[in-house]
């Protein structure tokens, strides 16, 4: 069984910058797909990051391209998400999730273990 922790949010001003970090027991994170979703006030939870497994590739929503960056820290079985020029409808909670799959997988389907959530407010 995987567990998924997730530290860093909190609240910053638009334009700024902040880490959320996911910290996993129970498995190897290079073994996992590893995402990044959140889900905004009265909004459904949506795709924000992945990195798949072993090889490392990345994909991002459009909203985030080159805004945020997920990365994994093979040695601290932790995965970050570090989050630039922030924007108020990047308000969310975020949530780590972790899948079986080798697929670099974008929909909730593809996640078999999911973090509590951390809150990111970001005002403007």
């Known amino acids: 069984q995987v567990q998924l922790v997730e530290s860093g949010g909190g609240s910053v001003q638009a334009g700024g910058s902040l880490r959320v970090s996911c910290a996993a027991s129970g498995r190897t994170l290079s073994t996992l797909l590893m995402g990044w979703f959140r889900q905004p006030p009265g909004k459904e939870r949506e795709f924000v990051a992945a990195i798949s497994r072993r090889a490392g590739d990345t994909k991002y929503a459009a909203s985030v391209q080159g805004r945020f960056t997920i990365s994994r820290d093979n040695v601290k079985n932790t995965v970050y998400l570090q989050m630039n020029s922030l924007k108020s409808e990047d308000t969310a909670v975020y949530y780590c999730?972790?899948?079986?799959?080798?697929?670099?997988?974008?929909?909730?389907?593809?996640?078999?273990?999911w973090g509590q959530g951390t809150q990111v407010t970001v005002s403007s």
């Open positions: 999730a972790a899948g079986e799959t080798y697929a670099l997988g974008t929909s909730r389907a593809w996640y078999d273990y």
